[in-house]
């Protein structure tokens, strides 16, 4: 091979060389991007895992209250009442 093939093959090499490294660099970037996005989804199901909780808690306690109401309104003869 003559000097200038190898200059030419040696120049195509450091720019594969480079780009394999400029890919390598945004992989991990991205890899980055894709663990943040992750948490935070993992975040925001918590949140609505606990919203869910708390809206069934009162859900609870409604059910007990109209128990009371209806209990209160057969003591005192008030049947006609709906809720």
Do not use: F, P, W
């Amino acid at each position: 091979m003559t000097d200038d093939r190898a200059d030419l093959m040696l120049e195509i090499l450091k720019r594969l060389q480079n780009d394999v490294t400029l890919m390598r660099r945004e992989q991990s970037s991205l890899a980055t991007r894709m663990l943040a996005m992750e948490d935070h989804q993992r975040g925001i199901i918590t949140s609505l895992q606990g919203l869910m909780t708390s809206i069934h808690g009162v859900e609870i306690d409604i059910a007990h209250l109209k128990d009371r109401v209806d209990r209160i309104e057969n003591r005192m003869g008030l049947m006609d009442t709906e809720h």
